[in-house]
């Protein structure tokens, strides 16, 4: 089911934006909708997408719809069919244990390389967004907390310089937070999060290259008892 578009202008009040494309091509609006409804679980996968139905809830034209779900099919979180349409796309157990594994392994090799390497300038940096990343969690803004989050991670790996190995950590932790956002059975909680990633930049910049990588590997580790069950799974393969 499709929710009325949100309002992003609480954004601003954070004065950061965890967005890297601050363009203001509608469809990114859009695909940023999309993403939304998609992560926290109100569009189901194997749920069909309507161009009209998002076009009208957008209040914009089809064809910025349709520029909006290729992005998403690029992203993998939908699939399209020339006749059957646009559906949410599932992810199996099988496929989020790989990605828990992979983004663990990028990680953990990014913390290695830039332990106590950290400028001044990227550490504010890290806490800012980790404040507005707390701010977003305790008003159960889902969505924005995981973008915060991702943004975060992403400024961290930035630092270790593997440039092409971005696009798979960002992907990687679209498709985690699809899979642990969905499935929440209890409210975010700000000063948890704060706890938990408050150990990653202490880490990572006064660390030995040992203690950043086991820090970034906790980080990534508790994903695998948490939220790898089979009943995780049920609603999210198809
Ligand atoms: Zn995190």
Partial sequence: MLHSISDRSLVSRFGISPWSSTSNRKSDAV??????????GALKPGEA??????ADACDCAQGTVREALLKLQQSGLVVRHDYKGTRVAGISR???????KIRMQLEEQAGRMIASNISG??????????????????????????????????????QANLRGLEPILERCALHMHRVTLSHRDIPLNGEDIHEKHIAIIETHCNGTPEEAANA?????????????????FLSLSI
Avoid at 31 to 40: C, R, S
Avoid at 49 to 54: G, L, P
Avoid at 131 to 158: G, I, K, P, W
Avoid at 216 to 230: C, I, K, Q
């Fill in 94 to 100: 099988a496929e989020a244990v790989e990605i828990v």
């Fill in 49 to 54: 997408i309507a161009e009209q139905t998002v």
């Fill in 31 to 40: 695909y940023l909708y999309l993403e939304e409804q998609i992560i926290v």
């Fill in 216 to 232: 970034a590997r906790g980080h990534v580790s508790f994903l695998f008892d948490r939220w790898m069950s089979e009943h995780t």
């Fill in 121 to 158: 300038e990227t550490r504010d940096r890290l806490f800012e967004i980790l404040d507005a990343m707390c701010q977003a969690a305790d008003d159960n803004e889902v969505f924005l907390c995981s973008a915060y989050d991702r943004l975060f991670h992403a400024t961290l790996f930035r």
